[in-house]
Nanobody
Framework: QVQLVESGGGSVQAGGSLRLSCAASGDTYSNNCIGWFRQTPGKEREGVAGIYTGFGTTKYGDSVKGRFTISRDNHKNTVYLQMNFLEPEDSAMYYC????????????????????????WGQGTQVTVSS
């Protein structure tokens, strides 16, 4: 099992930046596919970015490409989501999630943005972007 704790959310004006953190504990070696998702009330959870922590291979949702960057620090068992040029449409609860990737980075990245692929979820951190 793995436990996930998100932090770094807050309120920011449009055009600003935030960095979210996802601190993992437990069996982080096996659960090496990490994804960031977001959700607003009444909408389905949306995949934002994913990373295979072994090689650092990444994948992004179309709405955040070029603005968000996912990265990892394996020594700290932490995955980050750097969010730049934030827009009001980015306002949401942001969650990180983890699962094992027995097939390596290909297995992780091809399904990185699918919510139904993940076994473990954090409690979320709120991001609010004002215009």
């Amino acid at each position: 099992q793995v436990q996930l704790v998100e932090s770094g959310g807050g309120s920011v004006q449009a055009g600003g930046s935030l960095r979210l953190s996802c601190a993992a504990s437990g069996d982080t070696y096996s659960n090496n596919c990490i994804g960031w998702f977001r959700q607003t009330p009444g909408k389905e959870r949306e995949g934002v970015a994913g990373i295979y922590t072994g090689f650092g291979t990444t994948k992004y949702g179309d709405s955040v490409k070029g603005r968000f960057t996912i990265s990892r620090d394996n020594h700290k068992n932490t995955v980050y989501l750097q969010m730049n040029f934030l827009e009001p449409e980015d306002s949401a609860m942001y969650y990180c999630a983890a699962r094992g990737s027995g097939g390596g980075d290909w297995d992780c990245i091809t399904r990185a943005l699918r919510t139904d692929e993940y076994d473990y979820w954090g409690q979320g951190t709120q991001v609010t972007v004002s215009s």
